[in-house]
């Protein structure tokens, strides 16, 4: 373990997390992932060491058998992930979310029903907000819910769905009309339902279909879906909170966190490109000599170290305003929008440090190179980080009189 990326303050429980799943990490991914991600294998002996670990219950409280964790010691935990593999990050993150939002904003029986389940890792969570046409503009949402009776039928097709062939719980957004009147601005005739499903792919339950894997440049392993509903039937008590118009408000919320933890994944690996790198300059001789010897080389490794230390330290200070109680919206969009685009940049000076091998697929970086553009568009693109960030900092200093 290096010098960068090290976070003060931690407590002797969050130190033990970490060093644990960084054990983890060093003996059980970054050997595979490679070979795995090459395969576009899903990692399930590594997802069942992390069930095993009590990862999927980190921010789960005591009550419901989770360990009660704070976002910070998650997010920590999802850089060492992220670190080893990318897309394992994403296996956890989705679920994660949904297990927030349903902490947040579930009702009593849901949170009963739900949480002690997903802490233990046997039911695993994955949400759904994006449509095939509308990209980052969720107020535009077409998928619907109707009540009938003591239940919703949902209509719609979504997009972009991480885990959404090995996930058994859906958090969905749809627009819902019923006690809104005409002209009611659209983010608040929206609701999140909480959906139930067999894994797999195919008509996974009547009305719900999962087609099959998208097929990506990269973040490969996990599975990227669309998901159809034509008539499924959700009971009425599966409306997250139990109350409809809440659901913008509700997955925001997740996003939020979510922002935090991409936050995380860029922190993750641009760490572990930078370790690629630094290790690769001083193994491969030019000129008589180390390539870590040559100026041009070393201008390179110091603009790297600094970028991932200053993704580290604007990760953990969003994670720790949360934490705090406060609004993070503007630090979380700062440090997703920061680590993301140092990420890529990071990851690219590793591969030019490794010359023509970086583009060899027996090299890991071969594989980091096209995992890091995943990022700049993961939880909103970066343009939309750059318009969350610029209406907040002119709420913030708003010019008086």
């Known amino acids: 373990m290096g010098r960068l990326a090290q976070t003060d303050g931690l407590t002797d429980v969050q130190q033990e997390i970490l060093s644990t799943v960084r054990d983890f990490v060093d003996k059980e991914i970054i050997p595979v992932a490679t070979d795995l991600e090459h395969r ?121 769905l991480t885990n959404g062939g090995t996930s058994t719980l859906v958090a969905v957004l749809c627009r819902t009309d019923e006690g809104h009147p005409e002209g009611t601005a659209p983010h608040k005739s929206m609701t ?59 997955m925001m919320d997740g996003v939020e966190v979510g922002r935090v933890n991409v936050a995380a994944r860029g922190c993750g690996v641009a760490q572990r490109a930078f370790e690629l790198g630094v290790a690769y300059a001083q193994q491969r001789q030019t000129f008589g000599k180390p390539i870590a010897q040559h100026q041009a080389i070393q201008f390179k490794l110091a603009e790297m170290g600094t970028k991932v230390e200053a993704a580290h330290a604007m990760m953990v200070n969003a994670a720790r305003k949360k934490d705090s109680g406060r609004r993070n919206d503007l630090e979380a969009g700062m440090a997703k929008y920061l680590a993301s685009e140092y990420c890529k940049e990071v990851v690219e000076d590793a591969f030019r440090i490794h010359g023509g091998y970086g583009f060899s697929k027996e090299y890991e970086i071969e594989r980091l190179y096209r995992e890091a553009p995943m990022l700049l568009i993961g939880e909103g693109t970066a343009e939309i980080q750059k318009m969350i960030i610029g209406r907040r900092l002119l709420e913030e200093y708003r010019i008086q009189g």
Request: hydrophobic share 40%; glycine share 16%; with cysteine.
């Open 192 to 250: 999140t339902f909480l959906i139930e499903k067999e894994p797999g792919f195919g008509e996974v339950k009547p009305g719900l279909t999962i087609p099959g894997k998208i097929d990506k440049m990269g973040y490969k392993g996990v599975d990227t879906t669309e998901l159809i509903m034509d008539g499924l039937r959700v009971p009425a008590d599966r409306v997250l909170g139990g109350v409809t118009g809440r659901g913008f408000y509700q």
């Open 40 to 160: 576009d294998e899903y990692p399930a002996q590594i997802v069942e060491g992390l069930k095993d670990l009590g990862v999927f219950g980190l921010m789960i409280p005591e009550e419901y058998g989770g360990l009660g964790e704070s976002l910070l010691t998650y997010a920590l935990c999802v850089e060492e992930i992220a670190r080893g593999w990318m897309s394992v990050s994403g296996i956890i993150n989705t679920h994660f979310i949904v297990a927030y939002m349903l902490k947040q904003h579930g009702t009593q029986e849901q949170k009963d029903y739900f949480l002690p389940k997903m802490a233990a890792g046997e039911i695993r969570g994955a949400f759904s907000m994006s449509e095939p046409g509308l990209g980052s503009d969720v107020s535009a949402i077409t998928s619907k819910g109707v009540r009938d009776g003591d239940a919703y039928i949902l209509n719609g097709q979504k997009m972009w």
